[in-house]
């Protein structure tokens, strides 16, 4: 999940510098487990920040 994270918010900084936002990252140190559809969960954040 943290990899996942960290590579969307790699992704989309001219995104974030079009709508004058940041982004920080706060990714506890304990591993978090999750049973997801990696790319279904891509897609939602892809249409969350791609959206204006």
């Known amino acids: 999940m ?3 994270i960290l590579s969307l918010v790699e992704e989309y900084p001219p995104i974030f510098k079009n709508h004058g ?3 920080k990252v706060n990714i506890p140190d ?3 487990f999750m ?3 990696i ?3 891509i897609r ?3 249409n969350l920040l791609s959206n204006e």
């Open 2 to 4: 943290t990899e996942t």
């Open 39 to 41: 790319e279904k969960m």
């Open 44 to 46: 939602g954040f892809d």
């Open 30 to 32: 304990d591993a978090v």
């Open 35 to 37: 049973s997801i559809d």
């Open 21 to 23: 936002l940041s982004v």
